[in-house]
C-alpha cells in the first residue's frame, strides 16, 4: 500500500468518526474543515469527493497551509474559517501550537491525543547532471552541499559554465517544516552535534553557513508540496537541489520525466536522517 492510500485511508477513518459526531439534523448542512501542509493535497482531494458521497449532508472543506503557518494562524485567529481538523507536518509543529495556546488559555487546545496517520523521511532531490557532480559516490554529503551554497557557480564546482549559478531550493523556515528541519539537520551536521540550542546560532560557523544558503535560495515557497512544484516546472539552470518529503518525492516522480524528459535524483540524507511522522488532530472550537 502506497504511502499515500495509507496516509488517505488513516485521515478517512478520523473523518468518518468525526462525520457521525458532526451529523446534522435532517435537511440541515455541516461543515468540516481540514487544515494540513501542501504535500497532502492531492489524496485529500480524493478524499474529500469521497468523503461528500457517504456523507451528503456533511461538506468538507480543504484549506492548505505551511505547517508553521498551521499553528500562527490558528493562535494568532487569522483563518478565514474555523478548523476542525489540523494537519501539520509533526508532533513537534503541535506541541508548540499546545504551548503557545496555554501561555494565553488554561484550557486543553485539542479535543483528544493526536494521532499520528503517516510517516515519511526528508530527503534531498537533484536533476541527475547536477547530482553526479556534487555527490559522485551517490551519496548525500552535507559538506559538498556547503561547498555548492559557498562557490555559488557550477564552474567552481566541475559543472558546465552553462549550467550558471548553484540554485538551493528550500521551503520558507518561517512558514513550513521541511525548510525548519533541513536547516536544523544541516546545523547538527555542521557543529557536529545531535542537538542545537539558541545558542549554537551564535557560532560563526552557522553564520557563514546560514550567509551562503541566503545568497542561493530565492524567493523560497511558503510550503512543501508548493516547492516540489516549482523545482518541476523550472528545472535544470533554475533548481538544482531541493529538500522535500519523500512521500512526495515519488508521488510527483513521473511528472517530472513529463515535464523535463527525465526524473530527479532521490538522495536520502547521511547520518543526520529524521524521520517525519505527521499528526493529525481536533483543535477546540473556540467559538
Same mark, same amino acid.
Given at each position: 500500500?502506497?504511502?499515500?492510500?495509507?496516509?488517505?485511508?488513516?485521515?478517512?477513518?478520523?473523518?468518518?468518526?468525526?462525520?457521525? *459526531?458532526? /451529523?446534522? %439534523?435532517?435537511? &440541515?448542512?455541516?461543515?468540516?474543515?481540514?487544515?494540513?501542509?501542501?504535500?497532502? $493535497? @492531492?489524496?485529500?482531494?480524493?478524499?474529500?469527493?469521497?468523503?461528500?458521497?457517504?456523507?451528503?449532508?456533511?461538506?468538507?472543506?480543504?484549506?492548505?497551509?505551511?505547517?508553521?503557518?498551521?499553528?500562527?494562524?490558528?493562535?494568532?485567529?487569522?483563518?478565514?474559517? *474555523?478548523? /476542525?481538523? %489540523?494537519?501539520? &507536518?509533526?508532533?513537534?509543529?503541535?506541541?508548540?501550537?499546545?504551548?503557545?495556546? $496555554? @501561555?494565553?488559555?488554561?484550557?486543553?487546545?485539542?479535543?483528544?491525543?493526536?494521532?499520528?496517520?503517516?510517516?515519511?523521511?526528508?530527503?534531498?532531490?537533484?536533476?541527475?547532471?547536477?547530482?553526479?557532480?556534487?555527490?559522485?559516490?551517490?551519496?548525500?554529503?552535507?559538506?559538498?552541499?556547503?561547498?555548492?551554497?559557498?562557490?555559488?557557480?557550477?564552474?567552481?564546482?566541475?559543472?558546465?559554465?552553462?549550467?550558471?549559478?548553484?540554485?538551493?531550493?528550500?521551503?520558507?523556515?518561517?512558514?513550513?517544516?521541511?525548510?525548519?528541519?533541513?536547516?536544523?539537520?544541516?546545523?547538527?551536521?555542521?557543529?557536529?552535534?545531535?542537538?542545537?540550542?539558541?545558542?549554537?546560532?551564535?557560532?560563526?560557523?552557522?553564520?557563514?553557513?546560514?550567509?551562503?544558503?541566503?545568497?542561493?535560495?530565492?524567493?523560497?515557497?511558503?510550503?512543501?508540496?508548493?516547492?516540489?512544484?516549482?523545482?518541476?516546472?523550472?528545472?535544470?539552470?533554475?533548481?538544482?537541489?531541493?529538500?522535500?518529503?519523500?512521500?512526495?518525492?515519488?508521488?510527483?516522480?513521473?511528472?517530472?520525466?513529463?515535464?523535463?524528459?527525465?526524473?530527479?535524483?532521490?538522495?536520502?540524507?547521511?547520518?543526520?536522517?529524521?524521520?517525519?511522522?505527521?499528526?493529525?488532530?481536533?483543535?477546540?472550537?473556540?467559538?
Amino acid at each position: 500500500m502506497g504511502i499515500h492510500t495509507r496516509t488517505l485511508t488513516s485521515i478517512g477513518i478520523t473523518l468518518a468518526s468525526i462525520g457521525l *459526531t458532526y /451529523t446534522p %439534523l435532517p435537511g &440541515a448542512q455541516q461543515t468540516i474543515t481540514v487544515v494540513s501542509g501542501s504535500e497532502l $493535497q @492531492a489524496p485529500l482531494a480524493v478524499l474529500e469527493e469521497r468523503f461528500e458521497q457517504e456523507h451528503p449532508n456533511i461538506s468538507l472543506n480543504i484549506e492548505i497551509q505551511g505547517s508553521q503557518d498551521i499553528v500562527n494562524n490558528y493562535i494568532d485567529d487569522r483563518n478565514d474559517v *474555523t478548523p /476542525t481538523v %489540523l494537519i501539520p &507536518a509533526n508532533h513537534l509543529v503541535l506541541d508548540e501550537l499546545a504551548e503557545r495556546w $496555554q @501561555a494565553q488559555s488554561a484550557d486543553s487546545p485539542f479535543y483528544g491525543k493526536p494521532q499520528p496517520i503517516a510517516q515519511t523521511y526528508l530527503v534531498a532531490i537533484a536533476w541527475p547532471q547536477r547530482g553526479k557532480i556534487l555527490f559522485p559516490k551517490g551519496q548525500f554529503q552535507w559538506d559538498s552541499l556547503e561547498t555548492a551554497v559557498t562557490k555559488g557557480n557550477w564552474s567552481d564546482l566541475g559543472g558546465s559554465v552553462n549550467w550558471g549559478s548553484f540554485d538551493l531550493v528550500i521551503t520558507d523556515p518561517t512558514r513550513s517544516n521541511s525548510g525548519q528541519l533541513a536547516l536544523s539537520l544541516w546545523s547538527q551536521a555542521k557543529l557536529g552535534t545531535q542537538a542545537i540550542n539558541t545558542s549554537s546560532f551564535n557560532s560563526p560557523d552557522l553564520d557563514a553557513l546560514f550567509s551562503a544558503i541566503k545568497r542561493s535560495v530565492y524567493l523560497p515557497p511558503r510550503s512543501t508540496d508548493v516547492l516540489l512544484q516549482e523545482f518541476i516546472t523550472r528545472g535544470p539552470n533554475n533548481a538544482d537541489v531541493a529538500f522535500v518529503y519523500e512521500s512526495i518525492a515519488l508521488h510527483r516522480w513521473n511528472q517530472a520525466t513529463t515535464s523535463q524528459g527525465e526524473p530527479y535524483q532521490i538522495y536520502y540524507l547521511d547520518s543526520t536522517m529524521a524521520p517525519i511522522e505527521r499528526q493529525l488532530t481536533c483543535p477546540v472550537d473556540d467559538n
